[in-house]
């Protein structure tokens, strides 16, 4: 199966978060990366944040490259989410442009874990992922038309569909990730608080 994962290009005006807006690596899709490959999946892994990429022109990659599922975060990075941002009009813009471009179209993050029928309805995807994703998206990837995916939620004839609780994935069998060295040369964040932005004060030593 040929699997696109998308961090989108992510936007925060008018927006009423607070963590931090610096690029960081999208720990969950390098995670469902490796494992889609061990699986013998061809996979796109695609971040306009980090790659300075805008929506569109990520919607035009994933079209050329004709995947047959799509796998969009709906939080910046794993490192966010407990405190992501409320609004999803990112990823549902982007589901927007991409139609039926994109395959099956399935969201992963905090807000369908904990509120997967929300979500679904919000953004348009076809599936969500409860909980931790990498190993849901790799079960996906490789079932069988009709086969049931626990910690997934869809819906039917305008009703939710959930299977099973949220997953906790185990990490033990991963490889240690491996990202495109473009996207680490654009990485000079790491999760400090060191630069400013408009309405903060810079952090002051002790007096």
């Known amino acids: 199966m ?4 998308l961090n989108p290009r992510w936007s925060f005006e008018h927006s009423i978060y607070f963590g931090c807006q610096h690029e960081h690596l999208p720990l969950e899709l390098g995670c469902c990366d490796a494992l889609l490959r061990a699986a013998g999946h061809d996979t796109l892994m695609l971040d306009g944040a980090l790659m300075g ?3 569109a022109e990520l919607v035009a ?6 995947p047959d599922m799509t796998v969009i ?3 910046p990075t794993y490192l966010f989410w407990r405190c992501a ?10 589901l927007d442009a991409l139609g039926r471009g994109g395959g099956l179209t399935v969201a992963v993050g905090p807000h369908g874990s904990a509120t997967p029928e929300a979500t679904l309805r919000k953004i348009g995807c076809d599936i ?4 931790e994703c990498e190993e849901v998206v790799a079960r996906l990837a490789s079932a069988g038309p009709g086969e049931a995916v626990m910690s ?7 009703q939710l569909v959930r299977l099973g609780s949220p997953a906790a994935a185990t990490f033990i069998d991963l490889p240690p990730l491996s990202w495109p060295a473009e996207w680490l ?6 999760h400090r608080d060191g630069g400013r932005r408009a309405g903060r004060r810079p952090r002051r030593g002790p007096r």
Not at 85 to 94: G, M
Not at 185 to 190: G, S, T, V
């Open 185 to 190: 040369a654009r990485h000079p964040h790491h």
């Open 2 to 5: 040929k699997v696109a994962l």
């Open 85 to 94: 941002q409320p609004e999803l009009r990112v990823p549902r813009d982007v």
């Open 152 to 158: 997934t939620a869809y819906l039917r004839d305008g």
């Open 128 to 131: 969500v992922v409860m909980g």
């Open 53 to 55: 990429e805008g929506n």
């Open 61 to 66: 990659r994933i079209k050329a490259f004709e």
């Open 73 to 75: 975060t709906t939080a």
